[in-house]
Each structure stands twice: as C-alpha cells, then as structure tokens.
C-alpha cells in the first residue's frame, strides 16, 4: 500500500491563526477531516461526536452510513440524539436535515464544527457500543462523512476516554489517542477497541500481526490461539504466494452470552465467538479466523466491481456473495488442511454436511446462488430465511467453490486449481488497482488457467439452478456422495435469526410434540435448555437425542413469555457422506491428494508468475 501524510488536527482545532495555515496548505493536498468522538457516557451509551470540516464550499452535506459490514439496511441515523453546527468563532450555523442520514450545512466557506450525540449500543462485530466494560466501534456507524470529502484524509482523536483503558485499532497512530486514515472507506474499515484488554503480537510471513482480546481470561488460553495464527497466517500466505501488507491486527471478544460471527476489514479482523461453543468446539476459532483472514484477499482486495466504490445511502447490489463468501468459506477448508488444523476425514465430513444443507432447502432448485447474492439485503426477515425461499450463497458458494477447484483441474489434466483462479485474480485486478466484473470476471480467471470453455459451469450452477451432478465433480479425486437415509432426531420446529437479532420460530410441525407443548409460529426463543438463545442454540439442539426433554423460554408475538417442554422426536433424513469409490486408481489419489492440499499437480507455464 502507498504511504500517506499523517494529519495532525490538534494544529488548527480552534484556532484562527491555523485556519489561515490550513487553507494555505490546501494547494498541495486536501485538508483532513477531523473528528472527536468523547466517551463522556458510557453508562448511558452515549457518545458525543465533533467534526471539524476543512474550509471549502459554503454548503456541505454530511451523511450516515445506512449500512456498513453486513449487507443489512441498519439505519445508523435512528441512534442520533441531535446534531449542531458552529462556525469558528462559535457562531451557530443552520443545519437542514435532507433527508432520514443526511444534513446540510450553510455558511460553511470558512470551515465549521458540527457536533452531535448518538446512542451507542449494538454489540458484536459489526456494531458499535459503548458500556462501562469497554468500547468497541465500528466507525461508520458513528461517524458521519463529509459528502465531498470521502476520498480526503481524516483524523479521529477519542477523548473522556475512562482511566486505565487502552486503545487498540489497525489505523495509523497519530499519538496516544489520535489515529488517522486516507480515506473515510479507510477510516471505517478499522474497527477500535478500548478498554482493558489483553494483548499479544507476534511475527509471521514477514508481517507483524497483534492480538487483542476482550474475554474472561479463563475462557480463552492466549498461547494456543496465538500458536494457531501462526498456522492460519503460514498457511494463507504461500497458498496466496502474497503478503499484501505489513501489519494485521486480530480482535476477539468471546461473551457467555450470545455472539455475533466475525467481520473482515483489509487490516484486521473482528470476531465474537460464544465462549461456552468455544470450549465444546476448539475448531470454531481456527474456522471463522481462517475464513476472516482469507477475506484480507477475497472482497477487501480481490473485489466485486459492484460494490465500489461503496454507496452508504442505499443497498449495494451485487451479484458475487456466492464467490467472495462462499469461496471464503472453500479457502477456509483448504487453509485448514494445509495448517495441519484439520484432517482429510473431517474435511470431506464437512462438506458432507454443506451437500445436505443445500439439497434439504427446496429453494435449491428456484433461488440460484446470484439471485441469493442480490437477495443478501433481505437476510434479516424472518421468511426470507425458510427453506422453500432462499439458500445460502456461504453453503452454495462454498460448495461451488470445491467443484470449480476440480473443474479447472479436470479442465488442465491437474495443471491448475482454485488457487491458480484466486492468485490469477489477486495479480490481475487487486494488484492493478481493478475490480473484478462478478460472476464474469470469476469466469474469466478461471478460463484463463485452465484454458477451458467453462461457460456451462457458470449459467447451469451459478447463473442457474440446476441440480449439481456431484459424482461427476467428484470422480477425478476417487470420491462420490452417498446418500444415507437416518434417522435423526426432530424438535418439531424451524427457528432462525438475523446476525445479532432474536431467535424467532419460522415453522412448527404439524401434530408434533413441539405443536402440542403450544409453541407458535412468531414466538420469539429467549432460552434453550436454560442458556440464552443465540448462535450456539443450533449446536446445542443437533447434539440432541430423540427421547431427551427440551426446554425452551418463549416469548409471544404479545409479549407475554412461557415455559414450555417436550421430548424431542425422530424423522428419516437424507446425510450425504462423502465416500471412496469402490476402485480408486493411482491417478485419482495423486489428484486427490493435490487438491486437498490447495495445489496444482505441476505448474502451467506463466501461472505461478507474480
Ligand atoms: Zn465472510
């Protein structure tokens, strides 16, 4: 990345004299924007926020992200308690909202400070919140931006800031508590902790990575994590055969309670994991870190052109979530084989798994995996989610992510894989600065490493929604599916929630025992097995036999809440194992046991070029 000019805004905050100072310097670069954020609050959420705009035109207009992370219209604007404005000598200005996220600013021309509050309280890692414990934030869900000055370097400085706590972010440190970026989109990209967190760093690959961690100690053992990023960032960085930065920060939070995932950011990353599922399932960690580090690549740099630049004010449609999810989630199975952090026979269970999850939603043959990438803005309906509506383009991108691999293979006699396609893509768009033109440009790459005509792939199985021929993919690494009928155990409901939203009850069988204990469509699950529902609840339910009692606290759609129980029951289900054929010939192992190391069996002439 290029080297930018670190601002300092201290110069002329408040200051006549260096107005006059900044407005000389205008000639040479755009003046930066400069924000206080004051934790004056935490208690009540509350965060004060000062900008400091540049002179420049007479009227400016400020906005507030509508979205940000997640492809969800979250309307950051609902938590602004007021917004103000003042010239330099404290003059008030008018402020004109345009519309629910934007402002107008008159009388600007000399530079103004816009002040306003807002409430602070969204956890996870794509929220913001401020409380007594801690501070972690999500800039662009605080920060509003200047509309014409997006692309100008900005400032921000914490103040109130509690004794004893500390700051942590992946921005340039100005000083203690000032921080910068040389751009808003660079500026919201960094997430930022404070409070009294542990920390840890360590060298890998030739980057310097930190470890911050906001947790019981006596939920998480710093060295084993440490010792596993080791793996994950050795791992990613030769199959990538890059390193596209010097230093890479990961933050972890990991509540009793519900928690929310992992966010990916160009210089880090954010996850939240249940410390509880954690301790169940070690594995939890290294998969969603291997997924959020693979996205420093896939999306941060390798990147849809239709999601550049960023629009805050509304959805940005896009057709490739199946490519810069779902072949996230290909690359994390395949970073984790080559980690060493999981074996042959767990990979090829897990995906297993992602053949049934897909064949179980009817919407499989109705919703293709770019109609569920476009249809992302919708995830946080309940309906939406049901099985006969929607698949995922995490379970079907992933799924479309392996067959491609042996796709490309089988198309080059071995000669290229996944990786070729993604390092292909890595040196021709994210190195020269371009954007790839979504499932085309996925296309285009994957054609020009195997030199195959692969257009059917893309319109029956990315475009379209044919039933994938899973036997013919997996014939050249010696594999089939079988599909296993089970019995398996049945709650006698469908439940589901948005990212940090409550578990709602999109379906109760008819005549089961679940019906019978009163459970209702629209009731909200507040408790499972007296733990409070959340992501961890569907790991706790599969772990359930037919004949155990369940208990669930339930809110109604009135409000009212009830304790309700019943066993759990059975119904046949279709498992698909991923099995060997009944001959395996040497050449099958041999493409076999390249693919489940992410590698070519030798290297086309040109493709292993930087
Ligand atoms: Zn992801």
Not at 76 to 81: I, K
Not at 165 to 194: C, G, K, M, N, Q
Not at 263 to 278: F, G, K, P, V
Not at 579 to 597: C, N
């Amino acid at each position: 990345m290029s080297v930018f000019r670190v601002h300092k805004c201290r110069v002329f905050r408040g200051l006549i004299l260096s107005f006059v100072l900044a407005s000389i310097s205008l000639a040479q670069s755009p003046a930066a924007v400069c924000y206080t954020v004051a934790l004056s609050a935490p208690e009540q959420h509350l965060v004060e926020v000062q900008i400091i705009l540049p002179p420049g035109a007479a009227q400016r207009e400020l906005q507030l992200p509508v979205w940000n992370a997640l492809y969800q219209i979250r309307d950051f604007a609902q938590y602004v308690n007021w917004v103000r404005a003042k010239d330099r000598t404290g003059k008030p200005l008018p402020v004109r909202e345009v519309d629910k996220s934007r402002w107008r600013i008159d009388n600007a021309d000399g530079g103004a400070i816009v002040e306003y509050q807002i409430y602070v309280d969204s956890p996870g890692p794509f929220g913001a919140q401020v409380n007594p414990h801690h501070a972690f934030l999500n800039l662009a869900q605080i920060l509003m931006y200047l509309v014409d000055a997006r692309a100008a370097p900005q400032n921000v400085r914490f103040s109130h800031v509690p004794e004893g706590w500390h700051i942590a972010t992946p921005l340039t440190s100005v000083s203690r508590d000032e921080f910068s970026a040389p751009t808003y989109d660079r500026l919201v990209d960094s997430p930022v902790e404070i409070g009294n967190f542990q920390e840890s760093d360590f060298d890998e690959a030739g980057g310097h990575f930190r470890v911050i961690i906001d947790a019981d100690p006596a939920d998480y053992d710093m060295a084993k994590i440490v010792a596993d990023l080791h793996k994950i960032v050795a791992a990613a960085t030769s199959w990538m055969d890059d390193r596209p930065f010097d230093a890479y920060t990961f933050f972890y939070h990991f509540p009793r309670g519900p928690a929310g995932g992992g966010m990916e950011h160009a210089y880090s990353t954010a996850i939240e994991l249940n410390a509880n599922a954690m301790k169940q399932s070690p594995e939890i960690l290294t998969g969603v870190t291997s997924h959020e580090f693979f996205h420093l690549w896939n999306v941060k740099r390798i990147r849809p052109q239709t999601l550049e630049p960023v629009d805050y004010t509304k959805e940005n449609y896009t057709r490739a979530l199946w490519f810069s999810e779902g072949v996230t989630s290909t690359a994390e199975g395949i970073i984790q084989l080559r980690a060493g952090l999981i074996n042959e026979q767990q990979y090829l269970s897990g995906l297993g798994q992602q053949v049934a999850e897909l064949e179980h939603r009817p919407a499989h043959l109705t919703q293709s995996a770019e109609e569920s990438s476009l249809d992302a803005w919708l995830e946080g309906n309940g309906y939406y989610r049901r099985p006969e509506r929607s698949i995922s383009y995490y379970n079907k991108g992933e799924l479309l992510g392996v067959m491609l691999d042996l796709a490309v293979r089988d198309a080059s006699h071995g000669r290229a894989s996944l990786r070729e396609v993604l390092q292909w893509m890595n040196a021709n768009y994210a190195k020269r600065g371009r954007f790839f033109n979504d499932s085309e440009g996925v296309r285009e790459a994957a054609e020009a490493v195997s030199h195959a005509d692969l257009n059917s792939f893309f319109a029956e199985y990315v475009a379209g929604t044919e039933e994938i021929p899973w036997d013919n993919f997996f014939r050249s690494v010696g594999l089939r599916v079988v599909a296993v009928p089970n019995r398996v155990p049945e709650a006698g409901f469908i439940a589901s929630r948005n990212f940090d939203g409550p578990m709602t009850v999109g379906a109760v069988a008819a005549g089961s025992d679940a019906e019978h204990a009163g459970l209702q469509v629209g009731d909200t699950i507040v408790e499972i097995q007296g733990k409070p529902a959340g992501q961890e609840s569907r790991q706790m339910l599969l772990s359930m036999n037919s004949g155990d009692m369940l208990s669930v606290k339930v809110r109604s759609r009135r409000g009212t809440e009830r304790d309700l129980k019943w066993k759990i029951g059975s119904r046949e289900e279709i498992s698909y194992e991923i099995r060997d054929l009944d001959q395996v010939s040497g050449e099958q192992r041999a493409r076999r046991t390249a693919w489940l190391k992410g590698e070519a069996q030798s290297a086309p002439a040109g493709a292993e070029s930087k």
